[in-house]
């Protein structure tokens, strides 16, 4: 859900003491099993949830997404799962979890993400659109993660609007307008879109799309970040709507919180 942050604003937010201040409000923490552990305890609650580790500019970050897959099972499978229609459905937390793949910052991109696969994660992949395309082949499932801000976007969107998208908004009027444009050609796909805005003028237009085109709450979802919201994401639930929670951990994470709130 986030864009990467400029050099001189990781150095300052990949301090200690801003790190530790924010660290389990807007960030689950700085390893990997933090993130685990927050998105765990989101989907025994009920929710969907999005895992976003964020290594540091100096961290191995082959390394560290290596580890998250391998806390995965540790993670736990959870109890019966009520959904808001009132049915029980026994889950794990895998089913209930997507992993987003940074693939422009990891060497071994396609190795992890057939680990992810094979854990039963889902997996969002997010970068360039070069990179991303060339792992599609082998992991066919995957969901691809397009930002409004992105040169193309609408093009992009509509080559990909027959399966698995998450559209990120972007700042600035032009992305907006970009992601306007790009959201009604995904809800007019067939595609399975997930919209990641924490921005109450676009969550409203959002659902004005999707009505008008006829989706039905289980054809498409909202992707918001943890700590931020929160009412707005218990009100869309409670409406009837997917919403996926998007927890952010790494010592990269902190940079990327401006990014999110979009």
């Known amino acids: 859900m986030s864009v990467p942050p400029r050099p001189d604003v990781r150095r300052l937010v990949e301090a200690p003491l801003l790190g530790r201040l924010l660290a389990g409000r807007l960030v689950a923490g700085p390893r990997p099993a933090d993130g685990l552990r927050v998105a765990a305890g989101l989907a025994d609650a009920g929710s969907a ?3 976003e ?25 959870l109890g019966n799962r009520r959904t808001f229609a009132g049915s029980c459905a026994l889950r ?11 693939v422009d910052r990891l060497d071994e991109a396609r190795a992890l993400g057939a680990g992810a696969a094979a854990a039963g994660l889902g997996l969002a992949l997010e970068g360039s659109a070069g990179r991303v395309e060339a792992l599609l082949p082998d992991l066919p499932s995957a969901r691809v993660v397009v930002g409004s801000e992105e040169r193309g976007a609408e093009t992009r969107c509509r080559a990909l609007a027959g399966g698995r998208v998450r559209l990120r908004a972007g700042r600035g009027r032009g992305a907006r307008l970009a992601f306007v444009r790009c959201l009604d050609v995904l809800m007019a796909g067939a595609g399975e879109p997930a919209v990641a805005t924490s921005d109450l003028r676009l969550i409203a237009i959002t659902g004005e799309r999707a009505a008008w085109h ?41 940079a990327a919180i401006p990014g999110s709130l979009r």
């Open 53 to 77: 580790h964020r290594p540091g500019a100096g961290d191995d970050a082959d390394e560290e997404f290596a580890a998250l897959l391998a806390g995965v099972p540790s993670a736990g499978p």
């Open 92 to 102: 794990t937390f895998a089913e209930s979890c997507e992993l987003t793949l940074p």
């Open 49 to 51: 949830v999005a895992v």
């Open 214 to 254: 006829g989706r039905s709450s289980e054809s498409w979802e909202h992707v918001m970040p943890w700590g931020i919201r929160t009412a707005e994401q218990q009100r869309l639930a409670a409406a009837g709507s997917t919403v996926r929670i998007a927890v952010p951990s790494g010592r990269g994470a902190v």
